[in-house]
């Protein structure tokens, strides 16, 4: 099935709430969705993406890599494993792509289309998100003990796994697959792993699980010395997600502040706020940007909730996926108001659909996702600046 084509599904509508115009890149019967906006599904150059679909697997929700070019439409098959991927990343040029199969990781060169198998797992540990330094020399891979709880639909399992997971590794392991280094031991729930953008010896990872319940979520790791850093030290009432490394190689992050657990659920209630008289006058929620020592640069007060934040190139402009629509936000102004883009109308069921806008390289586009039709996830895209 590798190098197999698919005919343009692409079709255009217009926004029934803002009037935009808004691409849908999938449909038919096969479930689609991007990678994780840390990863962002965008090559640079801006001219395709590489996403996830079950279409021609034996099995739903078996999922492989697939290639579509922007301007056509046109859909390539890149990966044909038969039980499908569970883990994926590639290089922001897409030259690379990594995968786990079972308890086996592989690379992919897009170029050669030869792959190959870099590391085995061969412990008492589930493998996350792996994540590529950016010199392409080695892969970072969180890998937590087994502990006999499975991640759920609508977050179930997330605390309970917080809680019973006691023992965690950071490994390296090298592109070429000669050898694999484990970097850090923790006692918590690891995931998030992510390098800098332009040091292959920094990175950031986060403690998993429900935002008030971490004690300090985002942490600073050296791969020369192995220290680990706190990097912005929380404080009681933070609950603080959805870190992501910007540009220029600072880090954003979201603090819902007090007693907030980060989720929202096909319940759609909890990543919501009514009016800003619901918030409490030392509660403000806020979105900031911190340098490597964990030093604020920019704090933006947002009386309200987005599920998701992504920041365009220089960080001026957000997107966000509230409950019904992505928004807007200018990050210019004192006090940002969301201007809705358009609507989104995904179901939050799980991780697959909920919405993740990603900004392209250029910050021209933004891609997300949704099962608003059939409950089949598609893909979506939106030119910025139209007239």
């Known amino acids: 099935m590798i190098g197999k084509t698919y005919p343009s599904e692409k079709k255009?509508?217009?926004?029934?709430?803002?009037?935009?115009?808004v691409t849908q890149l999938t449909s038919g019967e096969s479930n689609n969705f991007q990678l994780y906006f840390t990863d962002n599904s965008f090559t640079l150059g801006d001219k395709d993406i590489y996403f996830l679909s079950d279409r021609g697997s034996e099995k739903p929700e078996q999922y492989n890599f697939f290639k579509m070019e922007l301007d056509s439409g046109i859909i390539t098959q890149i990966t044909d494993e038969k039980q499908g991927l569970t883990k994926y990343t590639k290089t922001p040029d897409s030259e690379y792509l990594i995968y786990t199969v079972g308890n086996l990781m592989k690379k992919l060169n897009t170029r050669t289309m030869e792959s190959e198998v870099i590391y085995e797992e061969t412990g008492n540990y589930t493998m996350g998100g792996p994540f590529?330094?950016?010199?392409?020399?080695?892969?970072?891979?969180?890998?937590?003990?087994?502990?006999?709880?499975?991640?759920?639909?609508?977050?179930?399992?997330?605390k309970e796994m917080m809680y019973a997971i006691k023992n965690s590794v950071i490994t390296f392991a090298y592109m070429d697959g000669s050898r694999a280094l484990d970097v850090h031991e923790s006692t918590h729930y690891i995931n998030h792993f992510q390098f800098s953008p332009d040091d292959s010896s920094v990175a950031?990872?986060?403690?998993?699980?429900?935002?008030?319940?971490?004690?300090?979520?985002?942490?600073?790791?050296?791969?020369?010395?192995?220290?680990?850093?706190?990097?912005?030290?929380?404080?009681?009432?933070?609950?603080?997600?959805?870190?992501?490394?910007?540009?220029?190689?600072?880090?954003?992050?979201?603090?819902?502040?007090?007693?907030?657990?980060?989720?929202?659920?096909?319940?759609?209630?909890?990543?919501?706020?009514?009016?800003?008289?619901?918030?409490?006058?030392?509660?403000m929620p806020y979105?900031?940007?911190?340098?490597?020592?964990?030093?604020?640069?920019?704090?933006?007060?947002?009386?309200?909730?987005?599920?998701?934040?992504?920041?365009?190139?220089?960080?001026?402009l957000l997107v966000g996926d509230e409950v019904d629509d992505l928004v807007l936000?200018?990050?210019?102004?004192?006090?940002?108001?969301?201007?809705?883009?358009c609507y989104h109308g995904t179901s939050w069921y799980d991780g697959r659909r909920h919405a993740h806008p990603c900004f392209s390289w250029n910050g021209e586009l933004i891609l997300f996702a949704s099962d608003r039709?059939?409950?089949k996830n598609n893909l979506y895209l939106i030119e910025l600046d139209q007239e």
């Open 287 to 316: 979105v900031a940007i911190v340098d490597r020592k964990g030093e604020v640069l920019k704090k933006v007060e947002l009386p309200y909730y987005c599920n998701h934040y992504h920041a365009n190139t220089d960080n001026s």
């Open 12 to 21: 255009t509508y217009k926004d029934a709430k803002t009037g935009k115009m």
């Open 373 to 375: 039709d059939d409950n």
């Open 132 to 158: 590529i330094s950016p010199d392409k020399k080695y892969v970072g891979i969180p890998r937590n003990e087994k502990v006999g709880l499975v991640r759920g639909a609508n977050y179930a399992g997330f």
């Open 329 to 341: 936000i200018d990050m210019t102004q004192e006090k940002p108001v969301p201007q809705t883009l």
């Open 204 to 283: 950031l990872f986060c403690h998993e699980g429900p935002w008030n319940l971490v004690q300090q979520r985002m942490w600073m790791l050296d791969a020369v010395s192995r220290k680990v850093t706190p990097c912005f030290r929380q404080e009681e009432d933070d609950s603080i997600g959805h870190e992501f490394w910007t540009r220029e190689g600072n880090i954003f992050f979201d603090n819902r502040r007090k007693g907030h657990d980060g989720t929202i659920t096909s319940d759609r209630t909890q990543a919501t706020v009514e009016t800003v008289h619901d918030i409490e006058a030392d509660q």
